[in-house]
């Protein structure tokens, strides 16, 4: 009996670890490569994970926030993937180092032009954006992911505080409070030194996505994952050879 419950024990363990361990990978985010700072410009990342065993993500659509809209948005290229930019007309006129702007970006696309994300891997897709709300502190996207099987999940609820977190939570950007000089880095007030600023950033921003020190939290959550199905295994292994021990006995 005794070795019975250690059995179960064990096995209990495993399917817990497991399951606490599956939500720290599971949906869509975005986070800052250094810091978003507001009234600046940021290079961000867009990290999708692929959560399904027999399908690969073809397709991403990330909508940019309309009641902060952006004037700049530039995608860093990312091999293998089509990317396009849509912008809309804006009922309110940005003004941005002194000029007026009537359109900024509200969706962005990326589409695979082969395999896409495979099972049992994540991707990074960089974007420059600027200049961040003064009056935000947080921006909220939403996304839609593509499976090659056809099936499109949703990533559009909204975290609301004090709150669990929704099933399919919107990709949400936290902005951190501007420097001491009213700047963040990566600002400027020409127009194409802040560009090229920006486009080194997103550079970085792949250097850091290729060392692969960002998805330390994954591996972490899968390895916890992996330990707990051993333990739960080598439980049930142990309650089977005892009863085959009382058994011969």
Same mark, same amino acid.
């Given at each position: 009996?005794?070795?019975?419950?250690?059995?179960?024990?064990?096995?209990?363990?495993?399917?817990?670890?497991?399951?606490?361990?599956a939500p720290a990978f599971a949906h869509v985010s975005v986070q800052p490569e250094g810091e978003a700072a507001?009234?600046?410009?940021?290079?961000?990342?867009?990290?999708?994970?692929?959560?399904?065993?027999?399908?690969?993500?073809?397709?991403?659509?990330?909508?940019?926030?309309?009641?902060?809209?952006?004037?700049?948005?530039?995608? $860093?290229?990312?091999?293998?993937?089509?990317?396009?930019?849509?912008?809309?007309?804006?009922?309110?006129?940005?003004?941005?180092?002194?000029?007026?702007?009537?359109?900024?970006?509200?969706?962005?696309?990326?589409?695979?032009?082969?395999?896409?994300?495979?099972?049992?891997f994540f991707q990074k897709f960089p974007v420059s954006v600027g200049t961040l709300p003064e009056d935000a502190?947080?921006?909220?996207?939403?996304?839609?992911?593509?499976?090659?099987?056809?099936?499109?999940?949703?990533?559009?609820?909204?975290? $609301?505080?004090?709150?669990?977190?929704?099933?399919?939570?919107?990709?949400?950007?936290?902005?951190?409070?501007?420097?001491?000089?009213?700047?963040?880095?990566?600002?400027?007030?020409?127009?194409?030194?802040?560009?090229?600023?920006?486009?080194?950033?997103?550079?970085?921003?792949?250097?850091?996505?290729?060392?692969?020190?960002? %998805? %330390?939290?994954?591996?972490?959550?899968?390895?916890?994952?992996?330990? %707990?199905?051993?333990?739960?295994?080598?439980?049930?292994?142990?309650?089977?050879?005892?009863?085959?021990?009382?058994?011969?006995?």
């Amino acid at each position: 009996m005794k070795a019975s419950r250690i059995a179960a024990a064990g096995a209990v363990a495993g399917v817990a670890v497991l399951t606490l361990s599956a939500p720290a990978f599971a949906h869509v985010s975005v986070q800052p490569e250094g810091e978003a700072a507001k009234g600046g410009y940021a290079v961000v990342n867009f990290k999708v994970p692929n959560e399904r065993d027999d399908a690969s993500t073809t397709k991403l659509e990330v909508t940019f926030p309309t009641d902060h809209p952006l004037a700049s948005v530039m995608p $860093q290229p990312v091999d293998g993937w089509d990317v396009k930019v849509t912008k809309s007309k804006l009922d309110k006129p940005l003004e941005m180092h002194g000029k007026k702007i009537d359109e900024a970006v509200t969706k962005v696309t990326w589409t695979a032009d082969d395999d896409g994300i495979e099972p049992g891997f994540f991707q990074k897709f960089p974007v420059s954006v600027g200049t961040l709300p003064e009056d935000a502190d947080e921006l909220v996207f939403k996304a839609l992911q593509t499976y090659s099987n056809k099936e499109v999940v949703r990533w559009i609820e909204v975290p $609301q505080e004090g709150k669990d977190e929704p099933d399919y939570p919107a990709p949400v950007l936290a902005l951190s409070e501007a420097s001491a000089d009213g700047h963040s880095h990566g600002a400027s007030d020409d127009d194409t030194k802040s560009a090229g600023d920006t486009e080194k950033a997103a550079a970085e921003t792949t250097a850091a996505a290729d060392s692969g020190d960002s %998805g %330390g939290t994954d591996t972490t959550a899968r390895v916890l994952g992996i330990v %707990g199905i051993v333990v739960g295994a080598a439980g049930v292994a142990y309650g089977v050879l005892a009863g085959r021990r009382r058994t011969s006995a």
